[in-house]
């Protein structure tokens, strides 16, 4: 994991950027935001999924003693809204299914 106060990470870092093909910058970008705690909150807001929030929260745990308190708290309430627009979204493909299944009968 990248840390921003070990010189050997930041000098693979450095390295990585300047030899990594165009798809990698984002992970690059990722894990850079992951190390401060602003891109770390911003980091964990931005997730749009389960999966995506998981990784995030992957590459900020490292970290976790230098976040704001209210950071990861935020990201449980974020992980609970993130799982309810899940089984949301599950409950109208089986809604719409039972609809097509009736229609189609």
Do not use: Y
Not at 49 to 62: F, G, K, N, T
Not at 85 to 91: F, M, N, S
């Amino acid at each position: 994991r990248f840390d921003a106060r070990c010189l050997h990470c930041v000098e693979a870092d450095a390295s990585a950027s300047r030899q990594a093909p165009t798809a990698d910058v984002p992970e690059a970008e990722m894990l850079r935001r992951a190390n401060t705690p602003e891109g770390a909150r911003r980091l964990l807001e931005d997730a749009e999924s389960v999966e995506e929030l998981r990784r995030a929260l992957l590459d900020v745990m490292p970290h976790a003693e230098a976040l704001p308190a209210d950071v990861i708290p935020a990201s449980r309430e974020r992980l609970k809204q993130l799982k309810a627009r899940q089984a949301a979204a599950a409950e109208e493909a089986a809604a719409a299914e039972e609809a097509e299944a009736q229609a189609a009968a």
